[in-house]
């Protein structure tokens, strides 16, 4: 899976391998050979291994995400087809037994009509054929990983089958196998740190800011300060009245999710941190005080300890503007906001207003159903600011459990053993669709700098409560503050001017693979060089499943006999070493020693 | 709605009873007739032409000849000659280049008016684009840098065969079972942490050079991502003026390698070939249609579960199934085979749906199937196909004046309605609950038996997993259907 396990082509057999290597890369060797006498062998093969272009060497990549799948072959600098898929999996799951059966049954169903359509449609190649490389999400919940392992084995009948980490990939497209890698996806932006080509998983950080929210929050701010001209009910009445006069609120259904993707897409950008321009002085926000915009509700204390409670570990009452942000992304949990609410969103509204120069945009959209009496499409305008600072909700942290994606960066930092932090700091890679948002990672890298570079002053820190003694700072990421110097995100495509520091001389200097794309051009990178993850040929998957022929029953005895994790390997399925018992009783991160001698070992 | 009936093929599903007919997956596991069967060919959708197979996977699924779709609309492009020089002194040669066009070609959208000297594409000859456009796609910076890449890790992976890059999986299982417990026990003490002392193990064959732990070199990139379009795309973003200068994701998504953002710079797609399809049975490899064949009876025969045709009329008119009703209901069942068949005919249990679904939260009344279906308990027979011509008088192809049918128009509706030719309708009758509501739609299993004396009996009968062998000649196959006999209830008011 994770791993870059050589395969065991007879070539890299005439080296010293592992004792293990030779029994787990056995399998593929012998049904490489065994498949060779079902192929129709031509000479052709044996000359050109390598470069074959006819071939079965190349494997097919499949890059299956939440959202938008990328396939191809192996060997290739881009993927033969990309395409998006509705949500086939999310991060939940359903608790009811018949309930979830029935999630898996539509999972399953799906997914096999997305990988025949691959195979069949996209790269018109004979599955039985071709080895598959799937590349994964080290979070990608297992049961969708078993599903496709099966689909793979039993529908279409790969011969094997190789799980590779897309953070792992991603580092290769970039010519590394070192790094601490970001991936902002659909559902979840995911932090890993690697190390010499092996994922620290136990160190993994996860924030469900990512695509999916911003989506959601673009939703939430458009209906709140977008405008929609309905089409004109006559042609006469497009002459008479003036738009303005047309304009209202835009209703819910013209925001259909392929109207938000094409916002998100092709409208939205971000911009830089706004603090600078609010710290220089231009103006203090309009209205009322910035900090009484919090739409929790608040009591008669004042509205600094008000924030400073609902955020107490962020530095950021040195920047209102920020708290700003947490704001709006709460507009979204409250069911319809409040007159008071909208008012203080107006007021947010002005100030992004103030400091956005971005232009405001038209679309053409479709009239919801009810309105379609009128001629043509409707408008709908995209503020200006909008377009800017949508995409402030991905950045904007406080929240325990919603960390923004700088801290997920830092947390994960944070967990990373002291010793390699600075090379991973000096090696950042951000991956994933949304970090396409033009400005997404020069923003990051201000972010993280932001964050942990401005101590909290404990002066301007209030009382938790009051009444109480003042507590001193939570300094959270003062640890981290020496490395300032050295962050650097490998693929920065601004990294600002060459600094002194040692380490940040990395940033930029990744090729200019797309965030989107690195992940599979590494998995074909890895296709290529005949490496990728554990392979799992067909032969052990059969002979630890059921036959296929007897597909009506495989549903049963999966459930009761069979299990997968035997044949699919996955990283949290990895057993815990059984060597020697240790001297005194299990240190607390067993897992962690753990990871560690199976590293050395 | 018209009532519909879909089949459930147990070679294409993993379980060979369907799932229960109101849940979201039945919709998946039910087909309708001719989705039932399973690829052979591929060509181009616009030139037509027949790409062998063994250049498909070279020439990159796309057509290798002239076919091209705008970036823009994806209408296709066609190749047009430049307009004649624009000179005076060359009015009388204008003339006649005009008729012919001279080069440079390009190409042009006849829908949104795009053409390709926008972005710097013109041909020297009108055929074989595709070959000329290729010295740009090798050149691609993607692809000099992919193989820059592998140059870079080609001899670290040959110098690391199973140590360096191999990574703790793969020695995780190497570990656990091929080192013997004191190596483990060795490495176990090695590995335990003891502050101040690093937390990794060191690499391998102390390969550990100062500055570079990656024990792998530095990787220098061909073209770094420092300078490229990305400043300058958030610059463009802000001032956008229409969205239709961005180029839309699906136009870009493809791309692996840093672009602009601007829909002028798109550049004209190769057309993606397409496949023909044979439909085949997934289980037996049967081959059932081929593509520009039409699909002839051993095929119909082959498969087993398919080969049913049923139709459904629904004779309780346009008003609608109401709640406490009682309707009747048709189905037509044709034997597509050369022998008469005996068919028989069951509801399949209803599966109280989840109570957690139920509206009323009761869970008695979730458990009561909302209404009920009653059909012919006995087998009754389909005559055997005939082509057209062996009828001897239409009245046997057409129905009427059946002698076993004498009790037609008795005011039963449950049992054999009509028989004609191959063709046998059978009434059914269902009562609606008095409190029920969704759609009707039921699991029929239908069981069919016939004597078989074709020797190719036996290949069939191994493709359907519910064959039983009562007598050597007769066969019998069941296969599940999915009646739907009407969309909504309509909940009744007292």
Same mark, same amino acid.
């Not at chain 1, 979070?139 to 190789?162: C, G, W, Y």
């Not at chain 2, 430049?82 to 008729?99: E, H, I, Q, Y």
């Not at chain 2, 080969?307 to 189905?331: I, K, M």
């Given at each position: ?248 609120? !835009? ?76 704001? !709006? ?35 053409? !959209? ?167 993850? !554990? ?67 | ?92 040669? &204008? ?41 740009? =796609? ?54 335990? =942490? ?116 049923? &139709? ?66 006995? &087998?009754?027979?389909? &005559? ?111």
């Amino acid at each position: 899976m994770s791993t870059l396990a050589i395969p065991s082509t007879p070539r890299s057999r005439t080296s010293p391998s592992a004792p293990g290597s030779a029994t787990l890369t056995g399998a593929p060797s012998s049904s490489r050979t065994g498949r060779a006498a079902v192929v129709q062998a031509s000479p052709h093969y044996q000359t050109t291994r390598r470069h074959s272009l006819y071939g079965t060497e190349d494997r097919v990549v499949i890059d299956p995400g939440s959202r938008i799948w990328k396939v191809g072959f192996s060997g290739e600098g881009r993927p033969r087809e990309v395409f998006s898929v509705p949500s086939l999996w999310s991060l939940q799951r359903s608790l009811d037994t018949i309930q979830r059966e029935e999630e898996d049954r539509v999972l399953v169903v799906r997914l096999q009509a997305h990988l025949r359509a691959v195979f069949h449609d996209s790269l018109l190649t004979d599955p039985k054929s071709r080895k598959v490389i799937v590349i994964e999400s080290p979070l990608l919940p297992v049961h969708v990983k078993d599903t496709l392992a099966k689909i793979l084995f039993e529908n279409l009948q790969v011969p094997s089958i190789s799980f590779a980490s897309s953070h792992l990939l991603a580092l290769l497209s970039v010519g590394r196998i070192t790094g601490l890698v970001l991936d902002c996806g659909e559902l979840e932006s995911t932090a890993l740190p690697i190390f010499s080509s092996r994922p620290l998983f136990h160190q993994i950080r996860t924030t469900p800011l990512a695509g999916a929210r911003l989506t959601s929050h673009l939703r939430a701010l458009l209906l709140l300060f977008g405008t929609y001209i309905p089409p004109p009910t006559s042609l006469s009445a497009a002459v008479n009245m003036p738009a303005s006069s047309r304009s209202n609120r !835009v209703p819910l259904e013209v925001l259909s999710d392929v109207v938000l993707e094409e916002i998100k897409t092709r409208c939205t950008f971000v911009g830089e941190v706004l603090d600078m321009a609010l710290n220089s002085g231009i103006v203090s926000p309009p209205g009322e005080d910035p900090m009484d915009l919090d739409l929790l509700p608040s009591d008669s204390a004042p509205s600094e300890s008000d924030f400073s409670r609902i955020s107490p570990d962020r530095d950021s009452n040195a920047d209102p503007a920020s708290s700003d942000f947490s704001v !709006v992304s709460r507009s979204q949990v409250l069911p319809g906001p409040s007159s008071r609410g909208e008012h203080q969103l107006q007021a947010l509204a002005n100030l992004y207003m103030r400091h956005s120069t971005a232009t405001d945009l038209h679309l053409k !959209v479709l009239p919801p159903a009810s309105q379609q009496a009128g001629t043509g499409h409707g408008t709908l305008i995209v503020p200006g600011w909008i377009r800017e600072r949508g995409s402030e909700v991905l950045f904007e942290g406080g929240d325990v459990d919603e960390g923004s994606v700088a801290e997920t960066i830092l947390d994960c930092l944070l967990k990373i053993p002291v010793d390699l932090r600075k090379t991973l700091a000096s090696s950042i890679l951000v991956t994933g669709g949304t970090a396409m948002l033009p400005g997404f990672i020069p923003r990051l890298h201000a972010e993280l700098i932001r964050a942990i570079a401005t101590p909290p002053s404990s002066s301007a820190r209030p009382p938790m409560r009051p009444g109480r003694p003042r507590l001193p700072a939570y300094d959270r990421y003062s640890i981290l503050r020496p490395l300032v110097p050295y962050f650097a995100i490998l693929n920065n495509p601004s990294p600002g001017p060459p600094s002194d520091a040692r380490g940040s001389t990395n940033a930029g200097k990744a090729p200019a693979y797309t965030p989107a794309m690195m992940a599979w051009v590494g998995g074909s990178l890895a296709g290529a060089l005949k490496t990728g993850g !554990v392979e799992v040929a067909r032969e052990k998957w059969d002979e630890t499943g059921d036959h296929p022929g007897s597909v009506d029953t495989a549903e049963e005895s999966d459930v009761a006999g069979r299990s997968p994790a035997n044949v699919i390997p996955d990283w949290t399925r990895a057993p815990l070493p059984t060597g020697a018992p240790p001297a005194n009783p299990p240190p607390p991160e067993i897992t962690e020693t753990a990871q560690l001698v199976v590293v050395g070992a | 709605m018209t009532p519909t009936i879909y089949y459930h093929c147990p070679c294409l599903s993993t379980d060979s009873i369907p799932p229960p007919p109101n849940s979201p997956s039945s919709s998946y596991s039910f087909h309708p007739l001719h989705e039932l069967f399973f690829f052979s060919g591929y060509h181009c959708p616009n030139c037509l032409f027949e790409v062998p197979s063994a250049s498909v996977r070279a020439e990159k699924n796309r057509c290798a000849r002239n076919c091209f779709m705008c970036p823009n609309c994806r209408n296709t492009l066609s190749v047009v000659p430049s307009d004649p020089p624009d000179a005076d002194d060359l009015r009388s040669l &204008a003339s006649n280049m005009s008729t012919v066009g001279g080069p440079p070609f390009f190409l042009y959208c006849n829908y949104c008016r795009w053409d390709s000297t926008e972005v710097d594409i013109t041909f020297e000859k009108p055929t074989g684009l595709a070959a000329q456009l290729q010295k740009f =796609e090798d050149a691609a910076p993607e692809s000099l840098e992919f193989e820059r890449l592998k140059e870079h890790f080609e001899p670290f992976l040959r110098a690391s065969s199973s140590s360096g890059l191999s990574g703790h999986l793969q020695a995780a299982h190497s570990h656990t079972t091929h080192i013997n417990p004191i190596t483990a026990a060795a490495s176990s003490a090695l590995a335990r =942490e003891i502050s101040g002392v690093a937390k990794y193990t060191p690499a391998p064959r102390g390969r550990r050079d100062k500055g570079s732990r990656d024990e792998i070199s530095e990787y220098r990139s061909r073209v770094e991502v420092a300078g490229t379009k990305d400043a300058s795309n958030v610059d463009f973003m802000r001032r956008l003026e229409d969205v239709s200068q961005v180029a839309a994701l699906a136009q870009r998504w493809t791309n692996s390698w840093t672009m602009t953002l601007h829909s002028s710079d798109l550049r004209p797609l190769r057309i993606p070939l397409h496949s023909k399809k044979t439909k085949r049975c997934p289980t037996c490899r049967h081959i059932l249609i081929k593509p520009e064949q039409k699909a002839h009876h051993d095929s119909a025969r082959q498969h087993g579960a398919g080969n049913r045709q049923a &139709a459904v009329e629904d004779t309780s008119g346009a008003s609608g199934l109401h709640a406490g009703g009682t309707y009747p209901f048709q189905l037509a069942l044709t034997n597509p085979l050369y022998d008469p068949i005996q068919v028989r005919l069951a509801v399949q249990r209803q599966i109280p749906p989840p109570s957690s679904s139920a509206p009323d939260g009761s869970p008695e009344k979730a458990r009561r199937p909302p209404f009920a279906v009653s059909l012919p308990q006995s &087998a009754f027979p389909v &005559a055997a196909f005939a082509e057209a011509w062996e009828y001897e008088d239409d009245e046997d192809m057409f129905g009427g004046g059946d002698d076993e049918l004498d009790w037609i128009g008795n005011g039963k509706t449950i049992g054999v309605l009509e028989r004609r030719a191959n063709v046998t309708v059978v009434g059914g009758e269902v009562v609606i609950g008095r409190d029920a509501k969704g759609p009707v739609k039921f699991n029929m299993l239908v069981s069919y038996t016939y004597r078989s004396d074709d020797p190719l009996g036996d290949e069939d009968v191994r493709t359907t997993p519910s064959r039983k062998d009562k007598v050597p000649d007769m066969k019998t196959f069941t296969f599940y259907t999915v009646v739907d006999l009407g969309d909504e209830i309509i909940p009744r008011f007292s």
